[in-house]
Structure formats: structure tokens, C-alpha cells
């Protein structure tokens, strides 16, 4: 259990102690600062300790914003004061010293108590020790230690006239959210959140239950039938009601965990994904055969996201980040209704599920494949159009963590990485566009060739060679380039789009879905590694990356296997290779989640 201190004794008809209770505290009280000091101590280093003012006046809620969010190794509001494991060292030292002070006479505790309590020495202090004290926003929480009863008394008026209650609610939601989301989801399933919270429930088991859910839907959509698509309409969306509910009772009851972050980065593709395939599967059962259509809509959404994973990351610590375009984009999103054509037309998850729902229930999967397709392809020309504007009018200083997390990104493999760095000291005076136009260049060669040549044609064989060797000079230098940052997108489109084609060309039953789930391996893998490179602990181990190939390695793979093998064995070996590729990235990220050591990532940033 965790402990909280009071510095000194409860104020007469104070809540402080009940309140500190409820939120899972053991109280203890301290005589004052040296005594608090040795309380402190005495806790065993293992566990969270809070310093709390015994004058303390505010909502619970701010006190919970303060004291238990784990995310932070210290936080702190006005008379309140928290410290995980990591952070106790710091503490200990801090509160000895101000017990040290204390003890020096009368004069030098007086002194301290005028400019501030002891718990808002202490924070300071922590933070001038170089621990990073999380101190959270308020709004119109109160958080006070009053000096007299005056003030007492108007601090409890304060807390008074704010429902703490509707507050948390209201900060349950994401702040930044799509329009469907925020207007015809959000509105009831914050109070379902809340209903999770009061019954024991967590957030991993609604996001678990959002998942079954999906794969219920993709379960209906596979039967073929008009009754199955209505449900799978309805289910989806359900599901899409539950991710909603997982992350607003995450932030609700402010329960995030390292197994949540790894459940919350990677479910919400899975769940589209299997979608997909569901509804290739009831399309199937028809007579139609959509799952080229059902894997490009796959390759389309995760190219999307690799776009806005690269440009975030190369441009989120950039100096001198300055830009026109963003300035502009700034302006429209002071204008209210701009914000929400604006967020509608990036066609988010909310948007996209709700289409796919309601085209599932009323139509047939090739058209809502078709839907999807020109959906997403114009949010993509939109977004990527703003993102290489801003880039090419920003004068930014890229740094080398940003360069790093591109290359990572990159996902280059043995050979790309063995022309690399032959090709190092040439590529450095090389003009600027050279990493960007040699990937370019060989991804529409592996693909242009691999379109307008039959299955098991040499000439793709050799394209797959051109390409290794021109992904090797486009990372032979630092991605620190303007455009750089398409790098990492244009690879993933050359490395899934040359698979889709070599399996439509192959023509047999079963060479479409084994591509569909080699590339949903593979985009898992990059997936994997973009939210290891936002957790702070970088991408994962080499080992992994030379194991499956890497994105070079892979296609040489694949375009080998259409020249040795014939129609029916390529699909066996397609099938093969994700499988094995699944199992290595499947159980490594496991591992890595679950770990004591990974982050608790949140998204709470642009819808996905």
C-alpha cells in the first residue's frame, strides 16, 4: 500500500485523512520536518510516499491527479507531494536537509514557513536536484494551503462551488479527437467509463473486450450473408464504443500500465485489420474475390500512419522549427468549424469505422474496399501534401535523436546496411534530395517491374537487387534532410505494394491471403517499433531487425521465391515466411511489453 505523510497534525474537521484513504493511502502523521523526514525513511523503498500539508484544501480529485498517477516518478499540486520508487533517493535527501534546517533554531524555520510550506519546498527542491516534478493542470480544481482561517474559508467555498466529479469526466476524454468521436461517442461512453471504474473493471479488460468484439465482427462479416453484415456493422461499432471507453477509463481512474500501452498501440490495428480479412472472407463466400482490394486498403492505412510517425519524429525536437504553412494551419485551427473539416478530412478511426460500419450493413465488401481506397488515398495526398509544404518551407536543424528514429524507422536489413556503408564516404557530397530520390527510384523500379512482368520473370529478381542496392544509399548519411522523412513511408509502400503484386500475379487460390498475412507481420514489426522509438527506449534489438530481414532482405526473399517456386508452392512459402516472421516479432514485443523496463505509452495526440 502506499503511504502518505502529513507534515503536522490534521487540521480540527479536516477530510484530508478520509480523502487520502479513499484514494488507496496509509496515513500516517509526522510532529513536523524531521519527524517527516524519518517517516519517509522508513518507508520501504519499493513503495509510493506522499508528503501532504496537514492545512491542505482542495477537490480529491486534484489530490488523485497528483498522488497516484504512475506515469511520473514525481508529481506535485500546492501542498501535496508524491514519489515513486525512482524518485524516493531524491526525496530522502531533500527532506534531511530541510530537517537539518529546521533544527538550526526557531529563525531558520520561521524563515522557510514564510516563503513556503515545507511541501512546496520540498518540490522545488527535487526539481533543482534534476528530478522532473509533473505538476498536473488544474483547470478549475482548487488545490490550497491557506495560512489563516479566512482563507481556509474561502478555499473550501472554492471547492465547493466545482463538481470534482464532472471535472473527471470531462478530462476522461481525449482532448484532441475526431469529430464522430467527440460528438457521438464520447458524449455516453465517458458515463461507461465511469460505470468500468466503479465495478473493479480495467482498462486492459476493456480494451481485451474491445478486441473480442472486432474479431465477433470480423467473425459476422465472413458468413457472407446479409444478417452477418448488419451485425458485423453493429459490432464494429461497439468495439469502436469500447476503445473509446478504455482509454477515457485509463484517464478516468488513471490507471496506466506498461501492459496497457502495449494493448492500446497495437489492438487498434489488429482490429481493422482482421476486419479486412473478414470481410474478403464473407465476399469470398459470395463468389467475389476482393483481397487484393482488402490488402491494398491495408497497405494504404499503414503507409498513412508511417507518414505521420516519420514526420512527427523527424521534426518534434528539430530547433529553429519555424514554418509558414504551420503558421497558417495554427490560424485555420483558431477558426472552430475549420478544426472539425479539417479533422474529419484525415478520415480518423472514428470516421473510417463509422464508414465501414454502415457501408458493411447496407452494401458489399468490394464496395466498401472501394470507399476505404479513395478515402484513405485522399487523406493521404492531404496530409502528406501539408506535412512536404511545412518541409520545404521550415528552416529547421534536425537533430541526430531524429535522424536515429529514421533510420530505425527505415527498418534496413544486412544487405542495405552492407551498401550503406560502403557507400558512406561518397554519399555525404552527394546533393541534398539524394536519400529521398534513391528510394523513390528503386521503389518504382521493384514495382513497376514486378506489375508489368509475368509471375517467376527474372527481370523481378534483378529489380529486388536494384532496390537493395539504392535503399542502401538513401541511408548511407544521417536522414536529416527536409524530406528525409518520406524515407521510412516510401520503403513500407515499396515492401508491401511488391508483395501484393508478386501474389496477384501468382493466380491461385491462397496466394492473396498469405501475402495479406505476411504484410499484416511485417506492419505489426513496424508498428512495434515506432511505439518502442515514442516510449523513449528506442527501436527494437538488431538481432531482431537481421532476423527478419529487414524490409531490403524480405523483398529479395520474396522476389526469389517467385522465380524458383511455381504458383502453388509460392503460396506455401508466402505462408511460411508470415508465420515465421510473426512468431519472432510476436514473441520479442511481448517480452519487451510486458517487461518491468517498458513505457506506458498513451496516444494522446492525432486520432489514428
Not at 498517477?69 to 501535496?80: I, K, W
Not at 534530395?433 to 520473370?457: C, H, K, Q, R, W
Not at 517467385?562 to 514485443?589: K, P, R
Request: charged share 15%; glycine share 8%.
Amino acid at each position: 500500500m502506499s503511504t502518505a505523510i502529513l507534515t503536522g497534525p490534521p487540521v480540527p474537521g479536516s477530510s484530508l485523512e478520509g480523502d487520502l484513504r479513499s484514494l488507496g493511502f496509509d496515513v500516517r502523521v509526522a510532529s513536523g520536518p524531521e519527524d517527516t523526514a524519518a517517516q519517509v525513511a522508513a518507508v520501504p523503498g519499493g513503495a509510493r510516499v506522499a508528503v501532504v500539508d496537514p492545512c491542505f484544501v482542495g477537490h480529491v480529485h486534484a489530490l488523485r491527479l497528483a498522488l497516484t498517477d504512475p506515469r511520473f516518478p514525481a508529481a506535485a499540486v500546492p501542498g501535496a507531494l508524491t514519489a515513486q520508487p525512482e524518485a524516493r533517493a531524491a526525496l530522502t535527501r531533500v527532506l534531511a536537509a530541510a530537517s537539518d534546517d529546521a533544527s538550526r533554531g526557531p529563525e531558520a524555520g520561521a524563515a522557510a514557513t514564510a516563503t513556503a510550506s515545507l511541501v512546496g519546498r520540498t518540490a522545488d527542491a527535487l526539481e533543482a536536484e534534476g528530478v522532473g516534478v509533473h505538476r498536473p493542470e488544474l483547470g478549475s480544481l482548487v488545490a490550497e494551503v491557506p495560512l489563516d482561517l479566512e482563507a481556509r474559508h474561502r478555499a473550501r467555498a472554492a471547492v465547493e462551488a466545482v463538481d470534482d466529479e464532472a471535472v473527471r469526466l470531462r478530462s476522461a476524454v481525449k482532448a484532441r479527437d475526431g469529430f464522430f468521436t467527440t460528438f457521438c461517442i464520447s458524449p455516453y461512453s465517458r458515463y461507461l467509463a465511469r460505470w468500468c471504474a466503479r465495478r473493479g473493471f480495467t482498462p486492459n479488460q476493456v480494451t481485451t473486450a474491445s478486441l473480442l468484439t472486432a474479431l465477433l465482427a470480423a467473425g459476422a462479416a465472413a458468413t457472407g450473408t446479409r444478417g452477418g453484415y448488419i451485425a458485423a456493422g453493429l459490432l464494429l461499432i461497439f468495439s469502436f464504443v469500447l476503445d473509446c471507453t478504455d482509454g477515457q477509463l485509463a484517464r478516468y481512474s488513471l490507471q496506466y500500465s506498461t501492459m496497457g500501452a502495449w494493448l492500446d498501440a497495437t489492438f487498434d490495428r489488429a482490429k481493422e485489420y482482421a476486419y479486412y480479412a473478414g470481410l474478403a472472407l464473407g465476399a469470398a463466400r459470395g463468389g467475389d474475390d476482393v483481397w487484393a482490394l482488402a490488402l491494398g486498403a491495408m497497405i494504404l492505412q499503414t503507409c498513412r500512419h508511417v507518414v505521420d510517425f516519420s514526420f512527427n519524429e523527424a521534426n518534434h525536437d528539430a530547433t529553429a522549427n519555424t514554418s509558414p504553412t504551420a503558421a497558417l494551419s495554427d490560424k485555420l485551427d483558431s477558426v472552430g468549424w475549420t478544426v472539425w473539416v479539417r479533422r474529419m478530412i484525415v478520415l480518423p478511426i472514428g470516421e473510417r469505422w463509422a464508414m465501414i460500419a454502415v457501408l458493411t450493413a447496407v452494401t458489399t465488401p468490394r464496395i466498401v474496399f472501394y470507399a476505404l481506397l479513395v478515402g484513405c488515398a485522399l487523406a493521404a495526398c492531404y496530409t502528406t501534401a501539408g506535412r512536404v509544404l511545412r518541409s520545404l518551407t521550415r528552416k529547421a536543424h534536425r537533430t541526430d535523436r531524429a535522424a536515429q528514429a529514421l533510420a530505425d524507422l527505415a527498418d534496413s536489413g544486412p544487405l542495405a546496411e552492407g551498401v550503406a556503408r560502403a557507400l558512406a564516404g561518397r554519399a555525404a557530397s552527394l546533393p541534398g534530395l539524394i536519400p529521398l530520390a534513391s528510394a523513390v527510384a528503386g521503389a518504382a523500379a521493384l514495382v513497376a517491374t514486378a506489375v508489368f512482368t509475368e509471375y517467376g520473370a527474372p527481370w523481378t529478381l534483378l529489380a529486388a537487387a536494384v532496390y537493395v542496392l539504392a535503399s542502401g544509399l538513401a541511408v548511407a548519411r544521417p536522414l536529416k534532410g527536409a524530406l528525409d522523412w518520406l524515407v521510412p513511408p516510401v520503403f513500407r509502400a515499396a515492401e508491401y505494394g511488391a508483395i501484393l503484386v508478386l501474389a496477384a500475379h501468382a493466380e491461385v487460390n491462397g496466394a492473396l491471403p498469405a501475402a495479406f498475412g505476411l504484410v499484416a507481420a511485417v506492419a505489426y514489426h513496424h508498428y512495434d517499433t515506432v511505439y518502442r522509438i515514442r516510449g523513449g527506449t528506442g527501436a527494437p534489438p538488431h538481432w531482431l531487425v537481421r532476423a527478419v530481414g529487414g524490409h531490403d532482405g524480405r523483398i529479395l526473399a520474396v522476389a526469389l521465391l517467385s522465380v524458383l517456386l511455381d504458383n502453388s508452392d509460392f503460396t506455401i512459402a508466402l505462408t511460411a515466411l508470415a508465420v515465421a516472421v510473426a512468431l519472432v516479432v510476436l514473441v520479442e514485443s511481448i517480452r519487451f511489453w510486458v517487461s518491468s523496463g517498458a513505457p506506458a505509452v498513451h496516444d494522446e495526440g492525432e486520432p489514428a
